[in-house]
């Protein structure tokens, strides 16, 4: 783990490194685009110390996820409106995949700390708008005294996959461990979900690939 972080850390700050030390040299080259240029130069430098930041700031999250004596405020939480939040904070990103969500029970309420809850659904949605390819579909059904909520799409290289794998931490299915993401998104939701009693799995069948978290919910009428 220390030595994934260490990579990851490691070459957003040779990035910005490189930016900075471009910038001097625009700036000292006294020419007309020097200014222009060195600032553009900065800027990049920012944006790579704030990736820099952002891989720190998930690591501290999953510590604390992770950490055996968290305690979490259980209590009786609505899935839908969780879930069409989460959904609604991302609608330009999910213009071209257009999510579907479908419920068994609308008026479900599941066990669940609602910030934590709210988080590995954030994950999951950021997931599918990273590497999905098609329509988002988070369908909810009961399955004996569980409700189960998947969420699925499809993804570009599913070759490139180990669902084994998925939940480890700094995992990513590109190999040259390019992207925006931290590799961290879906071990956070896992540390999450095995908090509150929680079961989130993934399933890879073709080139759809299914997420599915299982919690206990009140059966609020006959669904």
Known sequence: MLSDLSHDIRTPLAAARGHLQLAVLEDGAGESGGVVGAVDHINAALGRIGATSAILDQMLDLTRASDPD????????PLLPALLGVLDNHEAELLSLEPAVSFEDEAVQVEADASALERILENL????????RSALRCVERWEGAKVLLAMSNEVADPRSIDPSALFDRFYR?????SGNGTGLGLAI???????????????????????TLAMNATRTHEA
Not at 125 to 132: E, K, L, M, Q, S
Not at 173 to 177: I, L, P, V
């Open 189 to 211: 939701a896992k540390a999450l979900a095995d908090g509150m009693g929680m079961e989130l799995t993934t399933d890879l069948q073709g080139n759809v690939i299914t997420f």
């Open 173 to 177: 299915a590109d190999s040259s461990r």
């Open 70 to 77: 968290k305690t979490y405020d259980l209590a009786p939480t």
């Open 125 to 132: 949605v950021t997931n599918a708008i990273r590497h999905g």
